[in-house]
């Protein structure tokens, strides 16, 4: 249970997918055209860590859920590798 004075506070970072703070301002930008896996892991951390919400999210780099869903289960799967677009095939294929 989350107790009650932390429940709608923000945190200002997370601890990224290098093992680094990853805070609002270290995330990719919202005009994102080049996704590779580092720039998907971050979005990832970052809802997860509730530094900004999946529709925060969604929102900022017009993603739609399922989209950012498949990032999180291939993470879960594959790790980092499971997010390189030239993989992507080869993991599916697995599942």
């Not at 932390?6 to 601890?15: A, E, R, W």
């Not at 892991?41 to 993603?63: I, T």
């Not at 990032?71 to 677009?85: P, V």
Request: glycine share 6%; net charge positive.
């Amino acid at each position: 249970m989350i107790p009650t004075q932390f429940h709608n506070q923000k945190l200002s970072y997370v601890v990224g997918p290098d093992g680094s703070p990853l805070t609002i301002n270290d995330l990719p930008p919202g005009n994102t055209q080049r996704w590779v896996a580092r720039k998907k892991a971050q979005v990832v951390v970052a809802v997860r860590g509730v530094l900004l919400s999946l529709e925060q999210a969604c929102q900022r780099y017009a993603l739609t859920v399922e989209e950012f869903l498949s990032w999180q289960r291939a993470i879960d799967k594959f790790g980092l590798k499971g997010l390189r677009t030239s993989r992507s095939q080869e993991y599916r294929r697995i599942e």
